[in-house]
């Protein structure tokens, strides 16, 4: 059984889109974009010229497909978490997909279940005031330090340096979990699984965090500076 604490009381925010841009409610003004929005908004040119190198490689249609089915994976995979860290039963269907999501929470479950301390709150809703908002995976407590903790599927398995974006989500969460709820979170933990049930498991410490503050910090003002 995990163990459920909820020391904070979590708030839902509202989401919209508005031309094509994610927004959260903000109880201290105008609707905020969301963190990923942000993310893709000031990716850096060499990481967007290679997605479309990709896209052209393999074909749009086949790229839409590799796409859609890897989502389709990824919410299943996402909802059989959120219900084991709630302690909640939880069966989804049969298809193929359903038995991919399955096989692979299964794998995570397996790896995390020992180190998993505490749990704070799952698909916890969180907001900069007037800056930005967003929804963290899961928060809690992490082989005995407070984590932002989330988890990613992919097809293949990923080296750390290609996932530079998961480490930015966890600190602009972190921010926004300290600023609002008074805690020093700076830990980070990512929990990932590809098709095959390889899982991997990337952690960011306090020494580390301060680098992935800053650079989320920059992407932030970059932002709003366009």
């Not at 190198?53 to 393999?58: A, G, I, Q, T, Y």
């Amino acid at each position: 059984m995990v163990n459920i604490t909820k020391p904070y009381d979590y708030q839902e925010l509202k989401r919209q889109s508005v031309d094509g841009k994610r927004l959260y409610e903000n109880p201290w003004g105008n609707p905020v974009p969301s963190v990923t929005t942000i993310l893709d908004a000031t990716k850096p040119a060499e990481k967007r010229k290679a997605l479309a190198n990709w896209k052209k490689r393999v074909g749009k249609q086949e790229a839409q497909r590799i796409t859609t089915e890897a989502a389709n994976v990824g919410t299943v995979m996402h909802a059989i978490l959120e219900h084991y860290v709630k302690n909640e039963e939880y069966n989804p269907g049969n298809n193929v997909v359903h038995r991919q999501a399955k096989a692979m929470a299964a794998e995570v479950v397996a790896n995390i279940d020992e180190d998993l301390n505490e749990v704070w709150g799952a698909e916890v809703n969180l907001c900069a005031p007037n800056l930005y908002a967003g929804t963290a995976d899961l928060i809690g407590v992490w082989k005995g330090k407070p984590t932002i903790m989330d988890f990613k599927q992919t097809n293949k398995p990923k080296k750390r340096e290609w996932i530079e974006d998961y480490f930015l989500q966890g600190a602009a969460y972190a921010n926004a979990h300290n600023e609002l709820y008074e805690t020093n979170i700076e830990n980070i933990a990512i929990f990932m699984c590809s098709r095959a049930g390889e899982f991997q498991l990337f952690e960011v410490d306090a020494d580390e965090f301060k680098t992935w503050e800053y650079k989320w910090a920059v992407r932030l003002f970059e932002y709003y500076d366009k």
